[in-house]
């Protein structure tokens, strides 16, 4: 199937590792180019290395909390590649912790990156799209259902939720599409730490994946995969629409 990425430009926010990165690849083998941003330089130079070099690949240092960021990766790709296309809005994911043992200053600097930092990044994207231009926002699981032991998380992801719907009523009649994905377990080092943080990693894997229809975590690229579709042409009739990538695991219909 051809999904019609082919000399389309993407930005990708968190995409220095993880379902970033593995949605980066994914884009690329199909003959996009990406802006990539990281808040580790060293990382994120590696990673636009890794995909191919400045001909298909360029990487940005920063941070989603910082206000001038989304306008400089939008700026660099169309500098660098002389267009844009979408967006794969991600950041890392908050602090654990129940939502009543979480420090205030804790929930301050999760809503300033993970929250704000998404809204003003799909904001800027959104304005600079042309028609058929997508954006997707990683989310989580937890944008349907709570989580045991990750509140923050409980408490932003439903509103990012919520956010994106928003997003895609009113860029719609321009021809712009917003999607939000839902990851589910997938084994990215985030899900690592949270295994380890459980005192006994094997066990807990055991746990979670008898509760996964699929009995198994999920492949990083398995994600890249339905997020390079959500963002390319051949979805084009698709907006406004959360997309679970969770092996099933999500109970509502």
């Known amino acids: 199937m051809d999904l019609g990425l082919a000399d389309r430009v993407y930005v990708l926010t968190g995409a220095s590792r993880g379902l970033g990165y593995a949605t980066a690849e994914c884009l690329v083998a199909d003959g996009a180019k990406v802006v990539l941003s990281a808040r580790d330089a060293e990382a994120v130079s590696a990673a636009a290395t890794r995909l191919g070099g400045p001909a298909h690949a360029v990487g940005i240092a920063g941070d989603l909390a910082d206000p001038a960021l989304p306008q400089r990766l939008v700026d660099t790709a169309r500098e660098r590649f002389g267009r844009l296309d979408g967006a794969l809005v991600s950041v890392g994911g908050p602090p654990p912790g129940t939502a009543a043992s979480i420090r205030d200053e804790q929930w301050r600097e999760s809503f300033e990156t993970v929250f704000l930092g998404t809204v003003r990044a799909v904001r800027t994207v959104a304005a600079a799209l042309p028609a058929g231009g997508a954006i997707g926002l990683v989310l989580s699981t937890s944008a349907r259902y709570p989580i045991a032991g990750l509140g923050i998380s409980n408490g932003l992801r439903p509103g990012l939720a919520g956010v994106a719907k928003d997003v895609a009523d009113e860029y719609g009649p321009r021809g ?25 990693a094997e066990r807990a894997r055991a746990e979670a994946e008898a509760g996964i229809p699929l009995r198994r975590f999920g492949d990083p690229v398995e994600f890249g995969r339905v997020a390079a579709f959500v963002l390319s042409p051949a979805a084009g009739y698709l907006t406004g629409v959360t997309v679970p990538v969770d092996g099933g695991a999500t109970r509502d219909l």
Not at 176 to 200: E, F, K, W
């Open 176 to 200: 712009v599409r917003v999607v939000g994905l839902l990851p589910g377990r997938i084994m990215t080092d985030r899900n690592r730490q949270l295994l380890a943080a459980s005192g006994d």
